[in-house]
């Protein structure tokens, strides 16, 4: 697979296992540079690779091919959990070793792996004399997609992170960064999405259209520079995924396998489901600061444990415990004391109740990106949830900047990033899960650090009330969930709250629980609205998994609608959510996925007069049997949406 042409220039192809993507590398006048076609359209047309060193110029420049080398990889990664249990990890490999042809003569090799659905590379650095410690200034990687195709982001360096809505626009058009993943449909209708793998000590990498072509621009550090790094470094994985269609986008599972396994012992890691002293304080009734209306009390906090009891929910998240909440929490975010409960909040008691009862609580650190407070702290923070049995943790860094070594710093640069792989280690050490808000994007490093169960990074429901529309969540399967699992924060079903007016119907907020994996599934509503009026429809975030066999989007279209099959990783079961834009519609669900059994089928799902608007309570739930030769007709109204629990007979 790998052909080589002979000159003085360098040009050589590396083809994927099934043969449909070609990635051709090139060394002509001592540059580097690349190409991606697919079944011989061209994906990237030739762009430039390289990395600018301060102080000591471009790796890049002047360089020639020493030798190349290449491997066959086939795999099957089993992980232990998330949406597929079984995650192929079968590549064609090509390490270029390239030097310099000046006097210093530095070398660095480029490692292509070609997939069937996409290609990946990354920049290697070896120690070598004289250079051993460097700063990149920047780096060169360009992606020369046709500037006509249409792109989807979210623009980056804003002072709310990644949430904020997703943008159509055309590609050449982006003359501001954006965050990546980025997703690209071409004009020969070819889906792309352009992101990256094994992020670590290294600014994370945002977009911009420049001079024709889309160029990377990581982002930077208060200095000025991207990153400082001893050799021998590899930068993350460059990723590009490639599929027929957007809905083929949504089974792209080469994140994981260019992260490495697991180096240690994650078996205490389990999934989990959870509710919250949380969505009172969004709706005004309870506040996270001490006073007459704070939420995180010790009665208030064992009234919910026995409710998640009653529920069948097996976690409590509990915000506001902590002193430091006090006055603007944003401002103050500097004093708070992650080992210090306010007057009101026993956590040693609330801790031995919740695990008398048998309830997982998820503790709370709001950092408000303070992190030179929270990293002062941090190891104490940990041991004392540690002590008091709690495994599970839900970190915040509001604020749009981080202060790091006493400087601002954004949350997505090299510092960033190494906070938050701190925090990630820590927590493993204590055996310790986390629910990072705020965070640096997924990249695929959950593989290795399982306990890192899953992140926020972009708008979730704490926006409704104003600031999402219906189509938003028809966006983010397309975007955002291509680097792994959110928590969304669903199943509100007060949705008619005049202080946060949810815009979607009560159906959908069920169908979230599918269609945004997260391993740790936040139901986000107060449980007295669980265990009335809806309890039907509550029934189906009680049954749903948190951890799955495998998964099969069904249909969709940016931005418009998505549909997925989800099979349970401990039974025989199914489950199918959808959602859609302001647009009702009827879909047909094939259910030919379903194994050769007969299943009872629960429909719950909106009404023919259902519509996020003027009649977003009215669901319904209705049962009959199925199998794989039927076919399912579902109506999603308008801001609608459904779920399907299928059970074995
Ligand atoms: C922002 C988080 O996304 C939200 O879930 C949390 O409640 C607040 N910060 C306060 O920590
Ligand atoms: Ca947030």
């Keep these: 697979m790998l052909k080589r042409r002979k000159s003085k220039d360098s040009q050589t192809e590396i083809t994927s296992p099934d043969e449909h993507i070609k990635c051709k590398f090139l060394v002509r006048n001592g540059k580097i540079s690349y190409s991606i076609y697919r079944d011989d359209v061209v994906v990237v047309r030739n762009s430039r690779l390289g990395l600018n060193i301060c102080g000591e110029g471009i790796l890049g420049d002047n360089f020639s091919l020493i030798r190349a080398q290449e491997i066959e990889h086939s795999e099957t990664i089993e992980m232990p959990w998330g949406e597929d249990r079984f995650i192929d990890n079968s590549y064609h490999e090509a390490s270029f070793f390239v030097a310099e042809n000046r006097a210093l003569g530095r070398l660095m090799t480029l490692r292509f792996r070609v997939f069937n659905d996409g290609i990946a590379f990354r920049y290697e650095i070896p120690p070598q004399p004289k250079f051993r410690q460097i700063t990149i200034q920047d780096e060169l990687t360009e992606f020369g997609i046709n500037p006509s195709s249409a792109a989807w982001s979210i623009p980056a360096f804003q002072p709310d992170r990644y949430e904020y809505n997703y943008e159509k626009a055309r590609l050449g058009d982006l003359s501001s960064p954006v965050h990546t ?170 801790a031995r109740y919740a695990k008398r009862r048998n309830i997982e609580l998820v503790g709370h650190h709001e950092t408000v990106g303070f992190v030179d407070n929270y990293e002062s702290q941090i190891e104490e923070a940990y041991d004392y949830y540690a002590r008091n049995n709690i495994r599970y943790i839900k970190t915040g860094y509001a604020g749009s900047k981080m202060v790091i070594n006493g400087r601002p710093e954004y949350h997505h640069s090299q510092r960033g990033v190494n906070h938050y792989q701190k925090t990630i280690e820590l927590a493993a050490a204590k055996h310790i899960c986390l629910d990072i808000h705020e965070p640096i994007k997924g990249t695929g490093i959950e593989r290795t650090w399982p306990n890192l169960l899953t992140r926020e990074g972009a708008r979730g429901q704490e926006y409704e009330g104003g600031a999402l529309s219906p189509s938003h969540a028809c966006y983010l399967p397309y975007t955002r969930l291509l680097s792994g699992g959110m928590d969304y924060t669903n199943g509100i079903f007060d949705i008619k709250n005049p202080k946060k007016r949810i815009n979607t119907t009560i159906a959908r907020q069920v169908a979230y629980f599918i269609v945004f994996y997260s391993g740790m599934q936040m139901a986000a509503d107060r449980p007295f609205m669980y265990s009335g009026e809806y309890a039907d429809l509550f029934s189906f975030i009680r049954d749903v998994p948190t951890n799955f066999e495998k998964t099969i989007p069904l249909a969709g279209q940016i931005g418009e609608y998505f549909v ?34 007969k299943y009872q089928v629960t429909i719950y799902c909106d009404t023919e007069k259902s519509h996020y608007k003027d009649n977003p309570l009215a669901y319904e739930i209705k049962t009959k049997k199925a199998k794989s030769s039927d076919k399912l007709k579902i109506h999603l109204a308008p801001g609608g949406g459904f779920a399907i629990r299928l059970q074995r007979l």
Excluded: C
Excluded at 245 to 263: E, G
Excluded at 567 to 589: F, P, Q
């Design 181 to 350: 993943p980025l997703t690209i449909q071409t004009p020969d209708n070819i889906f792309l999405s352009i992101h990256e793998a094994a992020l670590y000590n290294y600014g994370s990498m945002t977009l911009e259209a420049k001079n024709a072509t889309i160029k990377s621009n990581i982002t930077p550090l208060s200095d000025n520079t991207k990153a400082h790094v001893s050799l021998p470094f590899n930068t993350p994985w460059r990723v590009i995924m490639i599929g027929d269609s957007a809905v083929s986008l949504t089974k792209n599972r080469m994140i994981y396998a260019l992260n490495d396994p697991p180096m240690r012992d994650f078996s205490w890691v389990k999934t989990l489901k959870f509710i919250g002293i949380w969505w009172a304080m969004y709706v005004g009734e309870w506040t996270w600061a001490p006073g007459e209306k704070h939420g995180a009390t010790t009665s208030h906090a064992k009234e919910y444990i026995d409710e998640a009891v009653k529920l069948g929910i097996a976690g409590l998240l509990i915000e506001g415990w902590n002193n430091g909440w006090e006055g603007d929490w944003l401002k103050n975010g500097i004093n708070n004391k992650f080992t210090e409960a306010t007057p009101d909040f026993d956590l040693e008691e609330v």
């Design 564 to 597: 997925v099959a989800r099979k349970d990783r401990n039974s025989a079961d199914w489950y199918i959510g959808g959602v859609t834009n302001e647009s009702g519609r009827s879909i047909e669900i094939k259910m030919d996925f379903l194994e050769d059994d």
